[in-house]
Structure formats: C-alpha cells, structure tokens
C-alpha cells in the first residue's frame, strides 16, 4: 500500500485501489468521504470549524478551517467522478486534550456533525471527542477507515542545562 500522511490544513483524494491516507488528531478533526459507487475518496484534517467575526484570515491559511476544508475535499472528489448524493463520512478527533484550551475539540466536532447534516451526507462511522489523541487510517477506494488511540502523548526532552560560571556568565566551550 501507498501511505499518504497529511497534516493540519491539507487534504488527500484517490481512486487508487492501494493508497492508504493517514493523519494524527487530538482536537483537530478529520473528515472521510467516499462514494462507494465511483470508488473515490478522500481525508482532510482542520485545526478549527470556521474562522470568528472579526477573524481576518489569508486565503493561505483558509484551508485549518472545517468550512473551507469540506468545499475543498467534497469539489476534488466531484471532479474525479465523485457523486455528492452518493457521498458517505467517516467523522475522527475533536478531543479535549488541553485543559487550558477550553473545549475546541467539542466545537469542532460539532461543527463537523452540523456540516453532515445540512450537506445531506450520511455518516457511516463517528469517533469524536473524548480526551485521548487518535491516529486516523483510510482507504479510500474501499471507504474503510480505522481510529487507534494514542495512548501518551510523546514526552519532550529537555536539553541538560548548560554550565554557568560562579558570576553568573554562561561559559562556553
């Protein structure tokens, strides 16, 4: 199989029989669309639903947005042959990871359930919310998909400190 990685703001479609897309997710979400009939789908992965009010965002940046995100991947998979009326997803993330950040990850599953429902798209498979990250893998040709928790999420090293003279001058060497 061809593993594909995509991370915050990016999206990935195929028709490929041999591709496997696959992202990491702790509040972020990912959405999994696929027409079972045309054998085509794709994964995206967004930082947050929609931008605020007074949020100025460049087109750069647009795409670690639910809203833009969806156009993005529901308008690739159309032009490969996609039908929307068809169109069946997979929903993955949106966990409270940080407590300090509030609950971003619950917006963000909202968000992405209320798009389903307004698009008229069905949803096969939901894993959203809870605490813990997930590592997300989909076949698009065959619109399976697999969530694994993260059990711990990786430690940081902290350099040794670096040795400082009696006068409080950092000694180099």
Known sequence: MRRVSIIQGESFVSGE???VI????GSCVSVCLQDPVGRVGGMNHFLLGEP??????N???MARYGVHAMELLINELMRRGGVRSR??????????IVAGLGSIG??????????METEGIAIGHCDLGGTHARKVEFVPYEGKARSRAVAEIPKLITPPALPMSNDGDLELF
């Open 52 to 57: 605020g009010k007074d949020d100025h965002v």
């Open 59 to 61: 087109s750069r940046d």
């Open 87 to 96: 169109f069946r997803a997979h929903l993955y993330g949106g966990a409270n």
């Open 106 to 115: 619950s917006s963000n599953a909202d968000f992405a359930r209320r798009f």
């Open 17 to 19: 029989p041999n591709v």
């Open 22 to 25: 696959s992202t990491l997710l």
